[in-house]
Each structure stands twice: as C-alpha cells, then as structure tokens.
C-alpha cells in the first residue's frame, strides 16, 4: 500500500523545482496529486503577464491532458483560480474554488494524504481540505522577493507556519527566519543529479554557434536580484561573450544594453548541461540584497557538478562552497575572478567538489521522506 501525497507548488514540468526533484525521487513509493498553482506573482499589465496567463488558461481547459506522459503515481491538478490574494474576498474565493475543485478529486484518488505546500498561498486551505498532516517547504523568503506582493505573503506565510504539522527549510536563514516565528524547523539543502550533470552528452547548441568566445553563462530566473554594476563591468571587460539564459522577471531595464551580452531565453533543462559545456566559466552575480541572503541557489550545485569554473556572489549558501568555487563580495574581484577562471578549474577546487557526492537528490530524498513520515506511525508503516 502507497502513501498519498498533495503536493501544491509551481507547474510540473515548468522548471525542475527542489520540490519536484524530490516528488520525483518519491513517486515509486507514493501516490501523488499535484496541484498546479498560479504562482505568487500579482498580475501585471505587460507580455510576461498576458503569457502566463494564457498559458494557465490552456492548463484549465485541458485537465486531463498529457496524464499518460506523466511519471507513474502522478496525477496533475489545474484548479482555476483567482490570480490576487490580498483583499479579504479574493482568499475567500480562492478557498472556495480551490476547495469545491480538490475536496471529492482527494477523496477519490488520495484517502487522507500529506499535503506539502511550498507557497504560503495555501494558508486559507489548511483548515478546509481532508488531509491528514501539512508540510511546509520553505524553499524561499517571498516577502522581500521581487515584483510579489510582500507583505500579502508573510501575513499569509504566518499562518502556514502557525497551522502546519511540520516546517522544512532549504538554508540556514530560512530555518532561523521560521524558528523565529516560534516554531522548530528542519534543515534540507538542495541535492544535485549527480549523473545528469556529469553527462552532457555530444550535442550542439546552435544558438552558441556563432558566438564569440568565450563564453561566461548565467542560467536561472533574470530578475532584480541580479547586481547590474557586476554585470556592467564584466561584459565591459570581457573578450568574448556573456550568455544570460532563462526567463525575463522583471529584470532592471539597464539589463537590455550590456554590451557583449546574449539573451537566449529560457531554455529546456536537458539543454543545461550542453550549455555548460560550452562556458569557459559559470557565473552566480546576484546583489547582496536580503531575498538573496535567504535563497539557496539550485544551480549552485548544478555548477559545480559540470566541472567548470564558477564564480559567484559571497553570500550565506555560496560561502560554504568557497573550497570549490570563487566566491566574491565586490564587482572588481568578480571581474577578476571570472578573466582569471578563463584558463581552467584549478586542481584545488576540483578536489573539493568530490564532497558533492554526498549531496545526491537520493540522499535528500531519504531525509526529506523521513520528516514527513514522522509522528505517524500509519503512514510510517505503509511506506
């Protein structure tokens, strides 16, 4: 017999997620609904905005769709929703959609499952859906995140944090920030596929084909957190070309002038390690901002398991990697990091990274499944 699980976090599918590594990893053991949410991001009047929202339009009328392509043990839920969360009757709304649209699809497929949240939205919910414990994975500080609606999220993340069962945290800061609220969490940073990354395969990319070399890469989300004067100096500096790969969030506009600089969009994870292949050194430039002293990077690691050089911002969940990556507090030792790093990974941090072993999405898994388990015995017992 399966345990049940309802999982709510982003798209399944959109971005490998933390939360969606380790679903990933538990599916052979469990039974899982995952529940497609519209994010955290207030609806703003742009092309990203009408994007999104005609593609979770496409998710609500095609339920079903694509469920036999899906890892077994999973099934995928795409409530409609109202996209705003701040006023009094948008959370009675979207507790009354979302409860109407998952009470009988949970008593159905899952009896009395675990549900795991990792978006503080959920919070008018904990009290109305038939499961059996709540989990929060807090993976990041929302309320100083850029372009979401702060002070909505931290008054609806008190209330996840008062109600839930059990809190796990991503970062030390996270852990510190939730025990601060009066209540005890775990520990879990992010894991790495060891062998996806240490196998990129003989493919080409041929949006790097004509590009100067050598290439310097970012991969991830193009946001405000991103330090613009680090990214300025270095494409000033810079002989070759600096690739930034992801989705636009809102980035600070200063980002569409820097010279020597290629915007390839989002590309497909399996992509990613074709890409890194082709960099002369992985790059992590974020401002010294407070969401960036609570974030643990999910490329972090990624980089590191590419074998390439990296350099990136010295912040709390990069300082602890400082034996196998440079990491820096000002733009000039950045610059000089990265034209340094050109020539190769040095003998001393590649030995560094054999400690990455122990840090495999398996391992986290074990620990991550332990916690959630934990206190109860019939469900313990089932696994």
């Not at 991001?41 to 392509?69: M, N, Q, Y």
């Not at 993976?139 to 008054?155: A, I, Q």
């Not at 590009?211 to 500096?237: H, N, S, T, Y």
């Not at 733009?331 to 560094?352: I, M, Y």
Request: proline share 8%; net charge positive.
């Amino acid at each position: 017999m399966s345990n049940n699980l309802l999982v709510f976090s982003d798209d399944w599918g959109r971005h490998p997620s933390s939360c969606q590594h380790l679903v990933r990893q538990m599916l052979p053991r469990h039974r899982v609904l995952w529940v497609n949410t519209i994010g955290t991001r207030p609806p703003r009047f742009d092309l990203a905005t009408v994007r999104r929202g005609l593609e979770k339009i496409r998710h609500w009328t095609r339920e079903s769709s694509g469920e036999a392509s899906l890892p077994a043990g999973l099934q995928i839920s795409n409530p409609k929703m109202w996209p705003w969360f701040s006023s009094r009757f948008d959370r009675r709304l979207n507790r009354g959609l979302l409860k109407w649209q998952l009470k009988n699809r949970i008593g159905q497929d899952l009896v009395a499952p675990i549900a795991i949240t990792t978006l503080p939205i959920v919070a008018d919910l904990m009290d109305a859906l038939p499961v059996r414990r709540w989990v929060y994975y807090c993976v990041d500080d929302f309320g100083d995140w850029p372009g979401l609606d702060g002070e909505t999220l931290r008054r609806l993340e008190a209330i996840v944090v008062k109600r839930a069962d059990k809190l796990i945290a991503v970062s030390q800061n996270l852990k510190t920030r939730l025990e601060g609220m009066g209540r005890p969490a775990e520990l879990l940073t992010h894991g790495v596929d060891l062998e996806f990354w240490s196998n990129p395969g003989h493919v080409k990319l041929p949006q790097l084909e004509n590009l100067e070399k050598p290439l310097v890469v970012f991969w991830g989300v193009i946001d405000r957190r991103l330090d613009m004067v680090w990214l300025k100096l270095l494409a000033d500096r810079l002989s070759g070309t600096l690739v930034l790969t992801g989705p636009l969030a809102d980035p600070d506009p200063a980002i569409f002038q820097l010279p020597r600089t290629v915007r390839l969009g989002p590309l497909p994870f399996e992509d990613l390690p074709v890409l890194a292949r082709a960099a002369a050194v992985l790059i992590m430039p974020y401002a010294d901002l407070p969401v960036t002293r609570m974030i643990q990077p999910l490329k972090l690691k990624e980089y590191l398991m590419t074998g390439k050089p990296v350099v990136g911002r010295d912040l709390p969940a990069t300082r602890e990697w400082n034996d196998c990556a440079d990491v820096v507090p000002s733009a000039e030792e950045f610059v000089r990091a990265v034209l340094s790093r050109l020539n190769g990974l040095p003998e001393h941090q590649a030995k560094a990274r054999a400690r990455l072993q122990r840090e495999s999405w398996t391992d986290k898994t074990r620990l991550f499944e332990s916690w959630i388990l934990e206190g109860d015995s019939a469900l313990a017992a089932c696994g």
